[in-house]
């Protein structure tokens, strides 16, 4: 089927669009993708944060992909780009989430104290003076579009077998085909079909979150419980998959393995 669309393709920047499209829509993704959409969703009181943030999170897939095929039409070999980045891209998303989320919780515990008194007595205990001590450090762009795409940039990374054939042995083969002048488009089109929907599920969600919290004037309350939900996510998927890492198994999303065996038959055609 791809070896089709790779020596038949009419339209390639479509055909491009579409196999970003499908990398997204495969199971191997589905950690990433609720993890991302979890944290650019949060903020609801504020929608041009959240849509300054999908735009970065969009644009920082893109430039990995970008730079990836850049690589590739200076003249890198691509099965060993590949092999490098299907053995250690996506165990290195585990240990990244879970530093991130433990950033992104003293972040969010520095602003939810940030209005205390300093000149207070109460007693703190020993872990509640650590995680202020700890809290002091500048994680603003933790915050932030920057995050976002950052975020972004390294969730391209993660190949799994499916996303990694989909990109490796059929977008870029088909970006070397094309004119030098407008191939770069290729990869940035896969980049925005990959993240398109998780773009709009952000937006779509964090409307439906404020309009709900208008309507029970409970707006903080929710943008609370949806950050705390944003952190979990974070905390726990990075765990999982970096158990997963020690336990030589990827797991990156139910029917995972069925696509790595789909991946292995393609690549014996």
Not at 63 to 76: D, E, N, R
Not at 88 to 99: D, H, S
Not at 100 to 124: K, P, Q, W
Not at 157 to 168: D, E, M, R, T, V
Request: hydrophobic letters at 45%; glycine letters at 8%; one cysteine or more.
């Amino acid at each position: 089927m791809l070896d089709f669309v790779l020596h038949n393709s009419t339209f390639p920047l479509l055909t491009a669009f579409l196999l970003g499209l499908l990398t997204m829509l495969s199971p191997c993704p589905f950690c990433s993708d609720m993890t991302a959409l979890s944290y650019l969703s949060r903020n609801v009181s504020n929608m041009r944060a959240i849509v300054m943030g999908s735009l970065c999170y969009v644009l920082g897939k893109c430039f990995s992909y970008t730079l990836l095929a850049l690589v590739f039409i200076l003249g890198a070999q691509t099965e060993g780009v590949r092999a490098f980045f299907e053995t250690y891209g996506e165990p290195a998303l585990g240990p990244f989430l879970l530093i991130m989320g433990v950033a992104i919780a003293i972040f969010s515990y520095r602003e939810a104290h940030h209005n205390h008194d300093c000149n207070s007595h109460t007693h703190e205990h020993a872990p509640h003076r650590l995680i202020r001590s700890i809290s002091r450090v500048n994680l603003k762009p933790l915050n932030g579009p920057v995050a976002c795409f950052i975020l972004g940039a390294v969730f391209a990374l993660a190949f799994c077998p499916y996303s990694g054939l989909l990109y490796f042995g059929t977008l870029i083969p088909l970006t070397m085909m094309q004119p030098m002048s407008w191939s770069w488009l290729m990869p940035v089109l896969f980049g925005l079909g990959d993240a398109l929907l998780v773009m709009i599920l952000a937006i779509l969600l964090s409307k439906g979150m404020a309009s709900i919290g208008k309507m029970t004037g409970k707006m903080h309350s929710i943008e609370t419980w949806l950050r705390r939900i944003s952190i979990i996510l974070f905390i726990g998927v990075g765990i999982y998959m970096t158990v997963g890492i020690f336990g030589g198994h990827h797991h990156c999303g139910p029917g995972c393995e069925h696509d790595h065996q789909h991946t292995e038959q393609c690549s014996h055609h």
